[in-house]
């Protein structure tokens, strides 16, 4: 018959208990010291929903770019400046939302393969 030590205990340091508050483990007892139950925040992570969403996002802006462009044309044509920079001024803030739509999706694709940018 073989004796068999005990496991190592845990080291000191505050660990859950059963009423989801923390307690302080000392490295052989439990103390009383406890801190207060706190309300836990969702942890967000990078994942499947967002590699979509940024697809989504990026597919949605090219199909607008043009339409703010297009607006931006007609109004230069008519005479309507102000209205031709703004449609001109929304076209290259949604083609640039794009472009970061995509490259999002990009970096989320090659992350989930896990490979770098080159």
Not at 29 to 54: N, Y
Not at 85 to 104: E, M, P, Q, R, Y
Not at 108 to 117: E, K, N, P
Request: hydrophobic share 45%; net charge positive.
């Amino acid at each position: 018959m073989t004796n068999n030590p005990p496991p190592p205990a845990p080291p000191p340091g505050w660990y859950p208990d059963a009423q989801g508050r923390q307690r302080w483990w000392d490295g052989s007892a439990w103390t009383s010291h406890i801190t207060p139950q706190t309300p836990r925040r969702p942890t967000v992570r990078l994942g499947e929903g967002s590699f979509v969403g940024s697809i989504i996002a990026g597919v949605f802006c090219a199909v607008l770019a043009p339409t703010a462009l297009i607006m931006g044309v007609v109004a230069a044509s008519t005479g309507q400046i102000p209205l031709a920079v703004a449609g001109i001024v929304t076209f290259l803030a949604v083609v640039a939302f794009a472009v970061v739509a995509f490259a999002n999706a990009a970096a989320l694709s090659r992350r989930r393969r896990g490979t770098r940018a080159p």
